[in-house]
């Protein structure tokens, strides 16, 4: 399986701050990925696929970038509804989907 | 507007069984494949079972193979997960989740709100 790893698994910052979150996958998996936004209680929801393609509806200050086995997840100007926890997906290994740790970003 | 409603979840002992389903409504069920997807408290997640839109082609997480198995009824626009020998590392809320008909399929874009499945004596 192909393993992805989140970093940091916390983060600390304050509204305007531009965050970056990064997703590193064990084996390469070309621009098959995914960023997913998650609430407490909530569903996750689909923000980024194929790496940096911007879902409809998503807020422009989200943006992917990356190819190969690293990824980022930026935020240019951290907003209140923006704290919650990130989660990386591949897509490479159809029969195999997996996620990364996960990323919480928190209020300084 | 693209619905997903899971039921099913509660308490069961291990070794016990279980049925979810997720009832899909906004869209057109039968073209679209499906997956379930879990998120054991507090933790992350984790990918549980995929099918196919005319169930042709299903795989599942080497974590539930062979106990567990997917379906669905396109005539109902729903989407079930039989689990069976249940054990206390399955307890998580699961989610059934879309994945859009894209050249590269494999993501989600749309989720259900979770159904929790508790595996305890």
């Known amino acids: 399986d192909i393993q992805m790893t989140q970093s940091p698994s916390t983060l600390s910052a304050s509204v305007g701050d531009r965050v970056t979150i990064t997703c590193r996958a064990s084996?390469?998996?070309?621009?098959?990925l995914a960023w997913y936004q998650q609430k407490p209680g909530k569903a996750p929801k689909l923000l980024i696929y194929?790496?940096?393609s911007l879902e409809s509806g998503v807020p422009s200050r989200f943006s992917g970038s990356g190819s190969g086995t690293e990824f980022t997840l930026t935020i240019s100007s951290l907003q209140p509804d923006d704290f919650a926890t990130y989660y990386c997906?591949?897509?490479?290994?159809?029969?195999?989907?997996?996620f990364g740790g996960g990323t919480k970003v928190e209020i300084k | 507007e693209v619905q997903l409603v899971e039921s099913g979840g509660g308490l069961v002992q291990p070794g016990g069984s279980l049925r979810l389903s997720c009832a899909a409504s906004?869209?057109?069920?039968?073209?679209?494949?499906m997956n379930w997807v879990r998120q054991a408290p507090g933790k992350g997640l984790e990918w549980v079972s995929y099918?196919?839109?005319?169930?042709?082609?299903?795989y599942y997480a080497d974590s539930v193979k062979g106990r567990f198995t997917i379906s669905r009824d396109n005539a109902k626009n729903s989407l079930y997960l039989q689990m069976n020998s249940l054990r206390a590392e399955d307890t998580a809320v699961y989610y059934c989740?879309?994945?859009?008909?894209?050249?590269?399929?494999?993501?989600?874009?749309?989720w259900g709100q979770g159904t929790l499945v508790t595996v305890s004596s």
């Open positions: 989740a879309r994945v859009p008909p894209t050249i590269r399929p494999g993501y989600f874009d749309y």
């Open positions: 906004g869209f057109t069920f039968s073209s679209y494949s």
């Open positions: 099918i196919s839109s005319s169930s042709s082609t299903i």
């Open positions: 084996q390469s998996i070309s621009s098959w």
């Open positions: 194929k790496a940096s």
């Open positions: 997906q591949q897509y490479n290994s159809y029969s195999s989907l997996t």
